[in-house]
C-alpha cells in the first residue's frame, strides 16, 4: 500500500485548438472546446506530406477537477512532456510555466485550489517554433509535434514530502552490492521536523532484503538527504541477459506516523568504459550494438501512449536483437526507459538538440535539460551514458565545460559523453562518441584513437532505403549495415556503435526524401522491418532466439534482382538451402568476408534458380541448424496473386482512458502468406463500438504493408475494426477496451 497518492490526470480534458485573448478564463463547458485525453498530440497529421506550420501554433488544454477530500494535503501536478512551452492556470491565476518538449517538471497547485469547489487548470502550449528553446534554432533533422503528448498524474502529499529519490550504486558484484539512498525533501512546515526516514530493499518477489532507517532533522524548505551506505550480500546483478530489479521502498516518518513514500526501481550493476576503449558491464567487456531511435510515430507525432513506448522498446530488443538504443537526440518517455530497464535494452540517453548553439539564455535552458534529464533518469538501470553535448555541435569550452559539470555533481556514477561529428573536437567528456558516416559505402569506419570510444552514428543519409525501393538496394542497405557492423566488431578498442536509425521518421523540409521523411531507419514508419532489421536480428543470441532469414524475393528475372548470391542472415551454425524439395547446398557463417561478427551472414553463390526452371521452382527454403540439428526454417516464394487482407493488433485489448493505442499491422498476402511486397492497394476501414480510428482511410500499402493505431475511447466494449481491398472478402478483428483501473481526478464533486 502507498502512502501517497498518485491520481491519473490524463483524461477528460478539453482542446482548444487556437489562442484567444482572456483564453485562461473560459469555462471548460464552452462550446468552443472538444474532449480530449493526454496523451494528445494538436494535430493528427498524414504519415507523410504535411508541414510543420500544421502544429506549430498554441492551444489551450483544460481541466475541471475537484479535491475536496484531499484539503490539508499538498497537491502537485506532474507532466512528463509539453512540447514545447507550458503555462499554467489554475482558477484563472497563473502557476508557473516550463520550457523545453523533452523533460519532465511538476508545480504545486495547492495555493490556487479552492477545495470545497470545483476547480479548472488551463494550459497554455506553444507548439510554435521556439528559436530560444533546444533544439530549435537552426535546423534539426527531425519534427517537434505539439501538444501534452506525454502523461500527467496529480499528487497528493503532505507538508513534509519526498521530491526526487535517487539510489545511486556504488558497488555492484558477485559477492556484495553498496546503495547510496539519497533523497530531496521538502519540508513546507515553519519549523524545522525530527524525523525518521527508512529504506527497504526489496527483491524482485517483494521479499524484504535489508533495511535502513535513518534518523533526521528535516529543515524548512529543500533539504538533500544522504543516507548512510546500505550494503548487502551475493546481489542478483543487472545485466541486458539478466535485467533484474530490486525495489527501493522509502518512507518518511515524523513520530509514529508515515507522511510520504517512494518506490524506486534500480539494477545493480557496475557500468565502465575504460581507456583500452571498451565497455565493461559487472567488469566484463561488453561490446555494444545499437541503433538510434526518433520517438516519432506516423499521425500521433510524439503523443503515443505508455503502451506504444513500451512496445518500441521490445521491437528493439527482440526484433532487431539489440543491446542498446541511443535516444536521438533528446530525453525519451519515462516509459520506455522503464521497459528497457525491465528488458535489458541499455540506453544512451542524451539532450535536446541537432548542431546549433544558441546565446547565454538558450544555453541556460540546455543546462536546465543536462538536470532535468539526469535528476528524472539516473535511477534507470538501462541508462549507460549521459550525453552532454549538442548533437553535431561545434566546440564550446565554457558550455560543454558546464554541462558535464552538472552530469557529474548528479550522478557520479555514470560516465558523460557528447556526440560530435568532427574528430578534433574538444574531448571534454568521459567517453569519446563520434558519428561516423566517411568510409560507410566501402563498409568500414574510422579507426578510433586510444581513449573511451564509441561510434553514435553511421549509414542513414549515405543510404536512404524505402520498403518499396528495388531489391538491390534493399539487400545492399542490409549489407552495408552488416560490414559496418563486422568492421566495429573487429575494432576491439571502440566500444561499441549505433547505427541511423532504427525507424523511418518524420522531418523537415530541408532533409529527408521530400515527402517529410527520412527513410534511414531498417524499419519503415510503422516499425515494419526492411531486410537489414534482420541482419540486426541474426546477431542475437540463439538461446533468446533462433533466426533465419533469406534476404531474397523469388521473383523470376535475373534483371530485376541481385544476381546469382543469396544471403541468408542467421544465427544458426550451418544453414542448408533447398529449391522446392531439391537440396541445393549447404553453407557455413561467412567467415572469410565478415570475420568478426558473432553471426556473420551466410552466402550462397551461383544460385541461378531462373536457370534452374524458373516459375518452376516451388520455393526456396533455408534451414537453419545449430550442432547438426534443424531449429528454424524461412522459406520463400514465387509471388502469387492477393489472396487475403490480414490485421495483426499488436494487442488485443486497451484501456479505456481515451488515449491509449494499439497498432494494427495491415499485410496483403498471397495464398503461401508471403506479403506482396510491390502492392500499394488501398485498404478501407471501417470502426465501431468505443474506439476511434488513428489512419489515413483509405491507407495505401506501402511495400504490400503498414498500419493504423486504433485508440481507445472512453467506455469499455469492443471495438471492431473492418478492412477491405478490392476483390478480397473484408476481415475483422476486435479488441476489447477495458475499464480503467486507475484512480483519474474527479471532474467535479458529483463523482
Ligand atoms: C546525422 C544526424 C542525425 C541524422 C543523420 C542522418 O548527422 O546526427 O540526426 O540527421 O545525420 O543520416
Known amino acids: 500500500m502507498r502512502y501517497r497518492k498518485v491520481l491519473n490526470f490524463n483524461t477528460d480534458w478539453y482542446f482548444l485548438n487556437k489562442d484567444l485573448e482572456n483564453a485562461k478564463n473560459i469555462y471548460p463547458g464552452d462550446n468552443k472546446l472538444v474532449r480530449v485525453n493526454l496523451p494528445h498530440s494538436n494535430k493528427i497529421v498524414p504519415h507523410h506530406y504535411f508541414e510543420e506550420k500544421d502544429y506549430q501554433f498554441i492551444s489551450w488544454y483544460y481541466r475541471e477537477f475537484y479535491v475536496k477530500k484531499y484539503k490539508g494535503k499538498r497537491v502537485i501536478i506532474e507532466f512528463d512532456g509539453v512540447m514545447s512551452v507550458a503555462d499554467v492556470y489554475v482558477n484563472g491565476k497563473y502557476v508557473d510555466g516550463h520550457k523545453g518538449g523533452y523533460t519532465s517538471f511538476s508545480f504545486d497547485i495547492t495555493d490556487y485550489i479552492n ?5 479548472v487548470i488551463a494550459v497554455k502550449v506553444d507548439s510554435t517554433r521556439r528559436i530560444d528553446i533546444p533544439p530549435e534554432g537552426g535546423v534539426v533533422d527531425y519534427m517537434l509535434f505539439g501538444g501534452i503528448y506525454r502523461n500527467v498524474r496529480l499528487v497528493i502529499v503532505e507538508n513534509i514530502h519526498i521530491s526526487w529519490s535517487f539510489i545511486e550504486v556504488i558497488e555492484a558484484n558477485k559477492k556484495s552490492a553498496i546503495i547510496h539512498p539519497k533523497f530531496e525533501l521538502i519540508n513546507l512546515y515553519n519549523e524545522d521536523k525530527k524525523a525518521i526516514i527508512i529504506t527497504k530493499l526489496m ?13 533526521l532533522i528535516i529543515k524548512t524548505g529543500k533539504n538533500i538527504i544522504k543516507q548512510e551506505q546500505i550494503s548487502f550480500l551475493k546481489p542478483e546483478l543487472w545485466h541486458p541477459n ?8 522509502a518512507q518518511v516518518k515524523i513520530g509514529n506516523r508515515i507522511c510520504d513514500d517512494s518506490n524506486t526501481k534500480i539494477g545493480m550493476r557496475k557500468l565502465k568504459f575504460k581507456d583500452d576503449g571498451k565497455f565493461y558491464i559487472n567488469g566484463e567487456s561488453f561490446k555494444l550494438r545499437g541503433l538510434n531511435r526518433h520517438q516519432m510515430f506516423p499521425y500521433l507525432g510524439g503523443a503515443m501512449p505508455d503502451r506504444g513506448q513500451r512496445k518500441d522498446a521490445e521491437i528493439l530488443k527482440y526484433g532487431l536483437g539489440l543491446n542498446f538504443v541511443r535516444s536521438s537526440h533528446y530525453p525519451a518517455s519515462p516509459s520506455f526507459l522503464d521497459r528497457c530497464d525491465e528488458i535489458g535494452l541499455l540506453v544512451l540517453e542524451e539532450i535536446p538538440g541537432w548542431q546549433y548553439i544558441g546565446d547565454e539564455e538558450w544555453k541556460i535552458l540546455a543546462k536546465k535539460n543536462v538536470e532535468e534529464m539526469i535528476i528524472r533518469d539516473r535511477n534507470h538501470a538501462s541508462i549507460f551514458l549521459w550525453g552532454v553535448r549538442i548533437n553535431e555541435s561545434k566546440d ?6 558546464d554541462t558535464n559539470r552538472i552530469a557529474h555533481s548528479l550522478d557520479s556514477s555514470r560516465q558523460t559523453c557528447g556526440v560530435r561529428n568532427f ?5 571534454l567528456e568521459d567517453v569519446f562518441t563520434c558519428n561516423d558516416f566517411e568510409y560507410n559505402l566501402e563498409g568500414k569506419l574510422k579507426f578510433p584513437q586510444n581513449i573511451p570510444y564509441m561510434i553514435t552514428e553511421y549509414m542513414g543519409h549515405m543510404y536512404p532505403t524505402r520498403s518499396y525501393d528495388s531489391v538491390e538496394r534493399i539487400i545492399k542497405h542490409a549489407v552495408y549495415h552488416a560490414k559496418i557492423q563486422n568492421c566495429q566488431y573487429g575494432m576491439h578498442n571502440l566500444a561499441g556503435a549505433s547505427g541511423w536509425c532504427a525507424f523511418d521518421y518524420n522531418t523537415h523540409a530541408d532533409f529527408g526524401s521530400g515527402d517529410r521523411i527520412c527513410y534511414h531507419g531498417v524499419c519503415d514508419i510503422f516499425r515494419l522491418p526492411k531486410f537489414a532489421a534482420y541482419f540486426y536480428k541474426s546477431q542475437m543470441d540463439p538461446e533468446i532466439e533462433k533466426v533465419v532469414f533469406i534476404a531474397r524475393y523469388l521473383i523470376p528475372s535475373f534483371n530485376e534482382d541481385y544476381g546469382d548470391e543469396i544471403i541468408v542472415f542467421s544465427n544458426c551454425d550451418e544453414i542448408d538451402l533447398y529449391a522446392g524439395e531439391k537440396y541445393i547446398n549447404s553453407a557455413k557463417p561467412d567467415r572469410i568476408n565478415y570475420s568478426n561478427l558473432p553471426h556473420p551472414p551466410f552466402i550462397f553463390k551461383n544460385c541461378s534458380w531462373w536457370e534452374w526452371g524458373a516459375s518452376n521452382i516451388a520455393s526456396l527454403k533455408a534451414i537453419g541448424k545449430i550442432n547438426g540439428k534443424e531449429v528454424v526454417q524461412h522459406e520463400i516464394f514465387p509471388f502469387g496473386r492477393p489472396d487475403k487482407l490480414v490485421l495483426k493488433p499488436d494487442y488485443t485489448e486497451l484501456i479505456a482512458d481515451g488515449a491509449d493505442c494499439v497498432r494494427v499491422v495491415i499485410e496483403l498476402q498471397d495464398k503461401n502468406s508471403q506479403i506482396l511486397h510491390l502492392s500499394h492497394h488501398p485498404v478501407f476501414f471501417e470502426i465501431a463500438g468505443p474506439g476511434k480510428l488513428i489512419a489515413e482511410n483509405p491507407f495505401s500499402l506501402e511495400a ?9 475511447g472512453r467506455e469499455f466494449g469492443e471495438i471492431s475494426l473492418k478492412a477491405q481491398v478490392d476483390g478480397l472478402p473484408p476481415i475483422e478483428i476486435i479488441i476489447n477496451n477495458m475499464a480503467m483501473q486507475e484512480e483519474i ?5 458529483n463523482i
Open 115 to 119: 477545495f470545497n469547489e470545483e476547480n
Open 203 to 215: 527483491d524482485e518477489d517483494n521479499k524484504e532484503v535489508t533495511t535502513k532507517e535513518t534518523a
Open 242 to 249: 539478466h535485467p533484474y530489479l530490486y525495489n527501493i521502498y
Open 396 to 401: 564550446d569550452h565554457g558550455f560543454y565545460l
Open 423 to 427: 574528430q578534433e573536437s574538444e574531448f
Open 704 to 712: 504490400g504493408k503498414g498500419a493504423v493505431f486504433i485508440q481507445s
Open 745 to 749: 481526478v474527479p471532474v467535479n464533486g
